[in-house]
C-alpha cells in the first residue's frame, strides 16, 4: 500500500464534497447489451429520491504530489483487484481522458448513509456522487450530460442519479461509438413537478444480495427467453409511462410500475439457474397493495423491487395515511418507525371497518408473522447532486493535508 508524504502535499491540493441521491427506477433496467461500454438492453425511467435519509458523500482530491488513485468506500480502502476497483478506475479515466488530464490522479472517499448492495441503488448514488466530484477536482465543467455518461461507467443506473426529478435513461443507437454517446440519461420532469407522490421504503434485508446485478443481468441475457418479450415491451410502456407522469395519473403511473417490477423478477424467475431476489415479505407486501387497492376499489399505492427483497411503495400524500394505517394493521413495525413515520404523518394505525374487512379477505394472513421490516422510510422526489460549500473542508472526508481519510 502506498504512503502519501505531507512534505510539500498541500501545494495545489484541489478538493470538493458532493452529495449525490439514489433513484428508484418504475421502469427497470435489467440486462447489457456491452458490458465494457455499459449500454443497457433497454431504456428505464426512474425517480430521484430526496437526500434527506439517503445519500452518498464523496469527497475527491487532486495534488501534483499524488501520482496513484485511491479510493476508500464507507471506511475501507478498496485496493487494486478488489470489487469495484475496476469500475473505479473506469470512471475516472474517462473524466481524465475527457479533461485531457492523463497525469491527474485522485484520492476519493465515499460514505453511504444507507446500506451497500442491498438492492437499493447505493452505487447509484456512489458513483453519480464520485463522477461529480472527481469532474470537479480536475477541472470539468460538471455539464450533468457528461458526469452521467462517467457516473453510467461506475454503474449502469448511476447515470440517472446525476439529474434530479423524474429521469430517462435513453438504450441509445446501436452500431460503433454512436451507442455510447447515445444512451446518456436526462430529466424529464423536475422534482417540483409532481410534489404529491411519496415514497415509503420498507427494509426487509439490508445485507449485500447474493447475485450482484452485473452477474444477474449477464444471465439473464442469456438464458431468458421472457427477456425478448420484455424488451419488446419497453419502448410503448417508457412512452405511456412518460405520459402518466406529465399528466399525473397516479393509477396509471402505479399500474406501470408495478407490473414492470413483476415483469423483471419474472424475467429473474425464468433465468436458469434461477434468480430469487423477492421473498416471503416481499411477496406479502405485494399482496397487501392489491388487497388495499382492490378494497378501495380504486389505486391507493403501487409497489416496485429492484434487484431486492426491499419494496418502494408509491401513493400520494392525501392517501398516505390510509397506506400506512393498512401497514401498520398487518405488519409489525419497527419502533423507529413508530416515531419516525406514523407519528410524523399522524396516523394511529386505526383502519376503517369496511376497508379493514374487504383488505382482510383479500389476504391470508391476518398480521404477518414472517420476518418483517428492520426499517421504514418516507421519501419524496428529489434533487439531483449538490456540492456542499465547504471552504474549511469541515464536511471534507480527505484531510487536505495529508490526502487520506479524516480521523474519525
Ligand atoms: O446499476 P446497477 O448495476 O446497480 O443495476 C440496477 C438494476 C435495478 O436496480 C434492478 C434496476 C434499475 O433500473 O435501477
Known sequence: MSTTTTTGFTEGVRTATWIAPINIAVIKYWGKRDEALMLP????????IDMSKMRAKTTALTSPSITTDRLWLNGKEVCAGDPGWARF????????HRAGQHNAHVHVCSENSF???AGVASSAAGYACLAMAVSDVIGLDCARENVSAAARLGSGSACRSVFGGFVL?????????????????RQLFAEKHWPELRMVFLFVDERKKKVGSTDGMRR?????????????????????MEDAIGRKDFAEFAEIAMRDSDQMHAVCLDTYPPIVYLRDTSHAVMALVTALNGACGRTVAGYTFDAGPNSVLFALD?????????LKRFFPMPAEAEREVFERVGVDGVMSGEVERKVREGLDFDVWCGPSFSRVLLAEPGSGPQKLKDEDNCEGLLDVKTGLPKAK
Open 318 to 326: 392525501e392517501d398516505l395515511p390510509l397506506l400506512l394505517a393498512a
Open 89 to 96: 478506475q473506469r470512471c475516472v479515466d474517462h473524466l481524465r
Open 115 to 117: 446500506p451497500t448492495g
Open 169 to 185: 435513461w435513453e438504450r441509445g443507437e446501436d452500431g460503433g461509438t454512436g451507442g455510447s454517446e447515445s444512451s446518456i440519461a
Open 220 to 240: 439473464s441475457m442469456e438464458t431468458s427467453a421472457l427477456m425478448k418479450a420484455r424488451l419488446e415491451s419497453i419502448p410503448e410502456k417508457l412512452v405511456r
Open 41 to 48: 438492453a433497454n431504456g428505464s425511467l426512474s425517480v430521484t
